[in-house]
Structure formats: structure tokens, C-alpha cells
């Protein structure tokens, strides 16, 4: 079941339910526009239609908690022992990416009892695991400032090669690599408009966990449609170089606690666990609004890569009813800090005097 936000009265309801809010979202006017705006480097103008939308009540403790459940679910099928049991509104699903041939684009569909509306989930970043190869492949094309070059011992490992020298990287070449690299995201664009076509009169969400967050945010930034992030990494620095035209207001909300370094681009340079294991998680700026836990101060909590897992976030953080503000049980979705900046110590150009050519 599915009710506006608004209209939550206690007691009314016998079972829970997930609320929704009316949200304002701007969506591409032509999808061909748009990517044709993308492939000609942004030279092209991008008309945006002004749509209000039945979106997630993300300041509601429990809707979150079901998306967080939703994300969780995308690394797992039916019936395994860390698939998390759904309201009954929302027993109606299926998987997709789970064959044995699959690229590791994987997560399920949720589908509301009356059919209008439906919930894409990702599935972020297994590190054991048929799909584990690629996740990590999608991790450090998209997350990390120069092709996954922490330093000079990365040299074998990088996944482009736009690395100049001394802290130089040619923005051209990081642009090419995305647009023509960037597997997952692209396998998402046509995933979404397969759903649409099946459901063309559904309301549709996305949602997902770290790696799976993302691509649900640039997904709904490039349809114009709701998604809300659980512990995504920046991807607004792959946005840019995905060359997405950006709406006047984005329909994305990150959520997230300040425990985790992934979330926040900190979890970076050489003697971090994540370089230590491969991964180089670099940027912290995120599309839209953020919901951030202060679990430090509330739990005591240190930062810690372990605090990752969605697990956490399900369990203890959205299972816990005190007041993390004053009269909130879900701190304010706020905008992205003005002053965010990711890879600082890099310089940017075209260092290597390459063409652009799609």
C-alpha cells in the first residue's frame, strides 16, 4: 500500500505502509535530446518538462527502512538468509541479472499490489562473487579521480589510461572512458526503458546500496524520476564526466551515516583498506539532497569501512525510533555542501591532446 505522507494518521492504517510526498521533477522533454546532448559534450540545449510526481517520503523512519530493505534484497534471491522480509503490500517482485550469463547488472523489481508503482533495485559492489570482477571495474571507472591511479604502484591497474604526470589527467580521455566504458550504466538505460514499457502508467522509484546507489541516482538524474542512494559514494564528479545534462532540480536523495568513509570519500590514498583491496573511492560530492546520521556522536561510533554494509543502516540505524533531530526521527534532507569539492589535488586538461570522438 502506498499513501501520501500527508494523510498518515495513526491508527488509520492496520498494516504499515510506504508514504509518499508530491515531488516536483523535471525530465527530458526528448530522451534522444538528451543524449545527443550528452554526445555532443552538453553543445546542444536540453528542454526539460516540469512533472509532479507521487516520490518517496523520505522523512518517514519506516519508508526508508523498506528502500533500505529493497537495496539489501538486490544482493540476494528470495528465500536466502539475508533477504529481508518486505511489507505485504510489496511481496510482488522479481530478479533480473541473475543468470548465469549476466554482466553483474543485477537487483530485483518491486511491485506495488495495484501495480502503479514500481521500485528498480541495484545491487551495489559484491567483493566475492561472479559479478565482483566487474563491480570493481564500475567502482573505479566511476569513483575515482584519475582511472584508479592512488600512485605509481597503481600503474598496472588502472582502468583507462588518461594519467599524464605529476597529478595531471587529461579530462578528455576520463570523458571517452565513461561514456564508452561505463557498462552498468548504460545496461540501466536500457533496463529502464524495458520497465516502462511494461508498466507505461506505473509511478517509478530506484533505489540501491553503495555501487547500486549510484547508478540508481544517475539513472534518476537521467530520467528525471525519484531515487533514493543508501551509502553511495560521490558520483556527481561521474555525472559531469558522463557529460549528463543536469535538470534545474534533482530528484535524488542520498542516504547515509557519517561513520562511513565510503560515503564520504574518505575511505582514499594508499594505506586506506579500500586501496588496500583494490578499490579506489575517491569522491564524496553527491546529486541532490543528503540525509546524513550522526551515528559518532548518537552510537559513538567510529569511522570504520566495516559500517558500510547496508546491514547496519537496516538493522540498527532505521530500526532505532529515538529523535536523531529535534521532532525527526529521520534528520532533514539537506542540499549538497556549496564548497564540496572532489580531487582536490588533481589538475585537469587535455594534457594529452586527444579528441573527443563518439
Given amino acids: 500500500m502506498i499513501i501520501d505522507v ?3 494518521t495513526p491508527g488509520l492504517y492496520p498494516s504499515p505502509t510506504l508514504l509518499t510526498r508530491p515531488t516536483l521533477v523535471y525530465r527530458p522533454r526528448s530522451i534522444d535530446k538528451f543524449m545527443e546532448a550528452r554526445f555532443n559534450s552538453g553543445e546542444e ?3 526539460w518538462d516540469e512533472v509532479e510526481v507521487e516520490g518517496p517520503g523520505v522523512e518517514d523512519r519506516h519508508t526508508l527502512q523498506q528502500l533500505a530493505m529493497m537495496s539489501g534484497n538486490a544482493y540476494a534471491l528470495p528465500g536466502q538468509k539475508n ?4 511489507d505485504e503490500a510489496w511481496n510482488t517482485s522479481f530478479p533480473f541479472g541473475w543468470e548465469n550469463s549476466a554482466d553483474g547488472f543485477r537487483g530485483h523489481v518491486f511491485v506495488s499490489s495495484d501495480n502503479s508503482t514500481i521500485i528498480l533495485s541495484i545491487k551495489g559492489t559484491t567483493l566475492q562473487g561472479p559479478t565482483s570482477k ?20 597503481w600503474m598496472f591497474s588502472t582502468v583507462c589510461d588518461c594519467f599524464s604526470s605529476h597529478w595531471k589527467c587529461d579530462n ?4 571517452k572512458a565513461l561514456i564508452e566504458e561505463s557498462l552498468f ?3 540501466g538505460i536500457n533496463l529502464y526503458n524495458n520497465l516502462t514499457s511494461l508498466y507505461p502508467s506505473a509511478n517509478v522509484w530506484l533505489t540501491g546500496h553503495s555501487l547500486g546507489g549510484a547508478l540508481a541516482a544517475l539513472l534518476g538524474s537521467t530520467f528525471g524520476v525519484p531515487a533514493v542512494a543508501f551509502e553511495s559514494p560521490g558520483e556527481r564528479l ?9 535538470p534545474p532540480q534533482s530528484p535524488i536523495t542520498h542516504v547515509y551515516h557519517n561513520s562511513d568513509p565510503i560515503a ?5 590514498g594508499i594505506g586506506s583498506l579500500c586501496a588496500q583491496s583494490g578499490y579506489a573511492l575517491e569522491t564524496g560530492c553527491h546529486l541532490g539532497k543528503k540525509i546524513v546520521y550522526d551515528t559518532m556522536t548518537q552510537y559513538g561510533w567510529r569511522v570504520d569501512v566495516r559500517k558500510h554494509v547496508i546491514r547496519e543502516v537496516i538493522t540498527t540505524i532505521l530500526a532505532d525510533e529515538r529523535e536523531w533531530e529535534t521532532g525527526r526521527q529521520v534528520p532533514l534532507a539537506k542540499d549538497e555542501d556549496e564548497d564540496c569539492f572532489d580531487c582536490y589535488k588533481w589538475d585537469f586538461g587535455d594534457f594529452k591532446g586527444k579528441e573527443l570522438v563518439f
Fill in 134 to 153: 566487474r563491480d570493481k571495474f564500475n567502482d573505479n571507472l566511476l569513483f575515482s579521480c584519475c582511472c584508479a591511479r592512488v600512485d605509481f604502484t
Fill in 6 to 8: 500527508k494523510d498518515r
Fill in 238 to 246: 561521474a555525472a559531469s564526466r558522463l557529460h549528463l545534462p543536469m
Fill in 185 to 187: 550504466y548504460s545496461i
Fill in 264 to 268: 564520504q570519500g574518505t575511505c582514499s
Fill in 45 to 47: 540545449p536540453v528542454e
Fill in 172 to 175: 578528455t580521455c576520463l570523458s
Fill in 83 to 86: 533477504w529481508y522480509d518486505l
